[in-house]
Nanobody, 123 residues
């Protein structure tokens, strides 16, 4: 019922920038939080950043000061601006929409995940 489509990944040199976008579609009434997670080879998936509907944000310590998350509530879209990229930022980045309510089942909260987009930072 809810689909997330990510874009913006790719290959960049260390020190460069990338901007990820994720658009949620479906019969959406509201989304509590949207965020980005990442999973590097051989590692567990970890939170990169999230943003609550009211605008509060949380960042992993490893990306504070370099990444900025923002959200367009009207478009159900979340962005991740990544600056000063490092080789250790290389991972598959997943978009998440948490606490989603849809028209057909407004009493139910659900979570949705994107398919992932690869970010490769060359040193």
């Amino acid at each position: 019922q809810v689909q997330l489509v990510e874009s913006g990944g790719g290959l960049v040199q260390a020190g460069g920038s990338l901007r990820l976008s994720c658009a949620a579609s479906g019969s959406i009434l509201s989304i509590n939080a949207m965020g980005w997670y990442r999973q590097a080879p051989g590692k567990q998936r970890e939170l990169v950043a999230n943003i609550i509907s009211g605008g509060s944000t949380n960042y992993a310590d490893s990306v504070k000061g370099r990444f900025t998350i923002s959200r367009d509530n009207a478009q159900n879209t979340v962005y991740l601006q990544m600056n000063s990229l490092k080789a250790e930022d290389t991972a598959v980045y997943y978009c998440a929409a948490l606490g989603v309510r849809v028209i057909t089942t407004p009493w139910r909260n659900m979570d949705a995940w994107g398919q992932g987009t690869l970010v490769t930072v060359s040193s």
